[in-house]
């Protein structure tokens, strides 16, 4: 299996549309980590495929308790991502909308920005 993307990477990358990104492509910047401390690069990347992936929990709900966990963390790009890959298991809006209910109760009013950016993923996919 050929080397993919450190995470670090994909997630900072998350912000970007794909027509922004085939416009204006920034450089890349060296993984330092991954220079630094391959095994264990790896090691840390093969646990998040096999975490996030199919397994006793189906996927489409692992990434709605991510969106969940997102909003709480207030990390908008993380939760683009796991909102992008609920959608693409099979998440409906509706589903979508409970998980940032779920994160903006368990984190508090402070998540409100975060929540409004879910909406406005979710409304953005045309659903």
Known sequence: MTKTIPLLLLLASLGATTAACAANTPPQKEDLMRKADPAFTEDFHNMYLTTWGEG??????KELTGASISVVERCEPCLRFHLRNARGAGATPKE???ALRIGLLTGGSITLPTVRTGYEEIMASGS
């Open 56 to 61: 006793a929990i189906p996927k489409k709900y």
């Open 96 to 98: 979508m909308v409970e």
